[in-house]
């Protein structure tokens, strides 16, 4: 994975959510250290200069601040980067108050009841049927464990893209792409209107528009946010519709049945895009099954490429569905991930990609794979509105064949077709197939808007259906 990027290496916003670990006297014993905090959160003690460049100078509650990685104080607010996880990862903005006594660290065991601070919870959104007990907004609720990006912020993503290029054509009006991840906010002002109730497939029959974990809403502002005034923050089809499906629950954890029951559900609301988080295992049978579902239903699904080998499912001799696997860069096409040779059809932006976090987060910097799906996913929404007759195998060629050529070879073994090129996809000629012409979607706003309401209606008046129909999956698949 590609390693830290200097914007990260800048000492966060204190007013930004951030990821973060509250320094105790010590752990198993031991003082605590950056190098054994970096094991117990990252897994490799080697990011501990991570965590060292997201602290130094930041002064702490008592008045001093981060010099030596071996020597931490009581009380310290550690910044950590976005991927942490673990027993005492928070998420939040630094807290302030009191500042705590100072006290060095000295062997000892680890007290209990320790200080546990955390932003105050937002309440649920009030008279929405079925909503989700987790609260959206700031995301305090005790069994949130929101995934943060870095306050600092680079557009090179956005810059590179340059959907605008695109928009003359199409916008995405009247395309439903799914995101199958942790939810989506529903009431984040950036995606207002845009935003269907979806499902929560843990519970069986919740809503999918709360996030508790942050990457779910991150992705769809990459598909479909709408910021006036703030280039930089707008979605490649800002007029497409979201259907949020959330496949994970607080622990961020996703399971293989949940994962299939999220592609099912979103094939049978109707979605003709379905952008699947790094939570879907494309190597669980089940998901096979459900992936197999999709293709036979004219669907384009886009997924991270595999970092370890599968077998990827078979669709019917009549299938018109497609699979695009996609790889994430960083803006000097180094990979955020080491994929399987050959495995990568597309490449996009993963790495410091800049999004709009759920709640009162703001726009973040993010990377990983799921948001360089993201992009394709919302290319792919600008390609199916300009062009209706098409079907996601005839979009899915015309997102390779029109993709700017990275590495020695067209395709090339690591890189595939290269990097997405939006514009050029809804305007640039394919052999065999048309120009956009007068099907094509000119940006109007009546399309999306109607499909987010009777969608709505659908699922909320639905409900029974929706349960009955997650219940035989459940059953299908243990």
Partial sequence: MAGPSAAQKAPPDPQAF???????????????NLTEIAMRFLGSGERSAEIYNLNAG???????????????????????????????????????????TPKTPTPGPKPSGSPSPSPSPSPSPSGSPG???????????????????????????????????AWDLSRGNGVMVAVVDSGVDGQLEQLNGRIAVGADVTVGNGRGDTDCLGTGTAMASIIAANTRGEKSSVGLAPDATILPVRMVGPSGNGRPTDAANAIEVAVSAGASVVALGSHVDLSAPAVVASLTTALNHDVIVVAAAPTKPVTLPAPGDQATGALLLVGGVGADNQFVEEYQPDAVEVVAPGADVTSIGPGKAGTLSYTGTRFAVAFVAGQAALVRAAYPELN?????????????????????????????NPAASVARPVEGQPVVGAGADRGGDGGGLGAVVLL????VGGGAFLTLHLLRRRRAFG
Wanted: charged share 20%; with cysteine; proline share 8%.
């Fill in 18 to 32: 951030v990821k973060y670990y509250v320094v105790t006297a010590a752990h198993q014993g031991q003082p605590e």
């Fill in 392 to 420: 996601a195998g005839q979009v899915e060629e015309r997102i390779r064949s029109t993709a700017d050529a990275v590495g020695g070879d067209t395709p090339d073994v690591r890189y595939g077709s290269g990097m997405i």
């Fill in 456 to 459: 709505g209606f659908a699922l």
């Fill in 58 to 100: 930041r002064v702490q509650p008592d008045g001093a601040s981060l010099t030596d990685p071996a020597r931490l104080n009581r009380g310290w607010y550690l910044v950590l980067p976005w991927d942490a996880a673990g027993e005492g990862v928070k998420y939040g903005q630094i807290p302030s108050g009191p500042k705590p």
């Fill in 131 to 165: 909503a989700s007990p987790s609260p959206t907004g700031t995301k305090g609720a005790t069994n949130c464990t929101a995934t943060a990006g870095s306050s600092s912020r680079s557009d090179w993503a956005q810059l590179r893209m340059a959907a605008d290029g």
